[in-house]
């Protein structure tokens, strides 16, 4: 959406767009054991999938290594693209587009609470705690995707 605004220096009028915010988020799957989530040290508060805003001038896949790095102190590998989520009610401070990225972790055991995590934690994936934003949605979608997840929604609805 395009408006309108007067130059606070010079007083003629500039351009001014709103856009969603470019946001990545990360699953960071440990085979065997679940998805890493973070315990959020900030508003809103709930566990929710590492990610964060992208910088300017950063491409999305630089903003959710960074991103992982500095929530669970995981150096990790992006092995696939989840989605893209837009909804404007995904987050409740402002309209945010998130691309969410399948990433597998170099080495799990360095797992450590960082940036902006109150905690962190791998989590079954049958097994999840209630989930800030729209990231049961996300993880709903990834489970789907896993190898055999067809399969096993037969066996259970067949």
Known sequence: MKTARSCPHCGREVEF???PLPTV????????RGVVLVERANEPHGWALPGGFV??????EAAALREAREE???DVILTGLVGVYS???RDP???????VYAAAAADPSRLKAGDDAAGVRIWPLDDLPSLAFDHARILEDYRRSLPGAAADLNRRHG
Not at 55 to 60: N, P, Q, R, V, W
Not at 93 to 99: A, G, N, Q
């Open 93 to 99: 401070r402002h309209h945010t587009l998130s691309v």
């Open 87 to 89: 909804d404007p009610l």
């Open 72 to 74: 669970t102190s995981l």
């Open 25 to 32: 988020d990360v699953v960071i799957h440990v085979p065997g």
């Open 17 to 19: 767009y709103r856009n």
């Open 55 to 60: 910088d300017y001038g950063e491409s999305c």
